[in-house]
């Protein structure tokens, strides 16, 4: 089953104790950000919105127990799309709670290499995150199937990465 509009929304809202997200290319193309991107790659520094939706709904779940985290696997040097997500997004949304970490296979084998980018809500439902090679996403697809495997591949991601402002320091 393919999710968008409120059905995929309703995943952010609805879960009770994590959502969990591994990311895997080096660019995803997503038209709203478009304008800012651009502005970014122009030398122009990066303002975090100020009506931060996915921000208040870190601090929601924080407040209720609840926790969203991620894994983006990169190799150096970082490609300008990635420079931009983590001023415009990991900076903040790190702040207020989200936790971000950071796979870095530049000198070594990824440990995940193969597996597709996912989120995964309560440890037991997957949507596939389906994009084209150049970042483009094509849909969200339910998992349909035992989530065991997914749990695998976060328990690898989170023992082999590094929290983003430790990483970031490092650059």
Excluded: C
């Excluded at 596939?128 to 483009?136: A, R, S």
Aim: glycine letters at 6%.
């Amino acid at each position: 089953m393919l999710l968008a509009g409120d059905a995929w929304d309703a995943k952010f809202r609805n879960f009770t104790k994590e959502a969990w997200r591994l990311e895997t290319l080096p660019q995803y193309i997503v038209p709203q950000e478009a304008e800012e991107y651009s502005r970014f790659l122009s030398g122009q520094p990066v303002a975090p919105e100020e009506d931060d939706e996915w921000a208040d709904l870190i601090k929601t779940h924080r407040e209720t127990g609840g926790t969203i985290g991620r894994v983006h696997i990169v190799t150096r040097p970082l490609s300008d799309y990635i420079r931009f997500e983590f001023a415009q997004y990991y900076a903040p949304q790190s702040d207020v709670g989200e936790d971000i970490r950071i796979l870095d296979v530049t000198d070594r084998p990824n440990p995940l290499e193969g597996v597709q980018d996912f989120w995964m809500f309560d440890r037991s439902t997957v949507v596939l995150m389906n994009y084209e090679p150049d970042g483009k996403q094509i849909d969200r697809e339910l998992f349909d199937g035992d989530p065991a495997s997914f749990v695998e591949y976060q328990r690898i991601a989170l023992a082999e990465a590094v929290p983003f402002s430790e990483y970031v320091k490092q650059l």
